[in-house]
């Protein structure tokens, strides 16, 4: 059994967190810039399609500690770089969704196949 998730930390919380993480990666980012005989110039763009709340809230705990969107991406995928996988996990199921997995496992669900066949299903019951 999983153990109850972390409480919500407040927003100041969270920022100095960042702000701690920040200064590290920019001692990183000055370390490996000394080290290169050139810097590389930032040429190629990327988009990505958000949630425009989530990106209004991001953009608000981000610029609490001085960075933007776009500075925190250019710092995620450096990492990704740097440490050859995601500086976080992104498959951290719950308890429902593991439950789930286990009972697809075991054999224990019933497949309906094409999705027009569920309620079918569902009404047979």
Same mark, same amino acid.
């Given at each position: ?70 500075? !925190?991406? *250019?710092?995620? #995928?450096?990492?990704? +770089?740097?440490?050859?996988?995601? @500086?976080?996990?992104? &498959?951290?199921?719950? =308890?429902?969704?593991?439950? !789930?997995? *286990?009972?697809? #496992?075991?054999?224990? +669900?019933?497949?309906?196949?094409? @999705?027009?066949?569920? &309620?079918?299903?569902? =009404?047979?019951?």
């Amino acid at each position: 059994m999983r153990p109850d998730p972390a409480p919500v930390q407040p927003l100041w919380a969270v920022c100095t967190v960042l702000q701690s993480g920040l200064a590290r990666e920019r001692a990183t980012m000055a370390a490996h810039a000394k080290e290169k005989a050139r810097p590389v110039p930032r040429t190629k763009s990327v988009r990505a399609q958000v949630d425009p709340g989530v990106k209004l809230e991001a953009e608000a705990v981000l610029g609490a500690v001085g960075l933007s969107l776009s500075d !925190a991406f *250019r710092l995620m #995928l450096e990492r990704v +770089v740097a440490e050859g996988r995601l @500086p976080f996990d992104p &498959l951290d199921p719950n =308890d429902e969704t593991i439950a !789930a997995l *286990r009972a697809d #496992l075991a054999g224990d +669900v019933i497949h309906v196949g094409d @999705p027009s066949n569920l &309620l079918a299903v569902l =009404d047979a019951d």
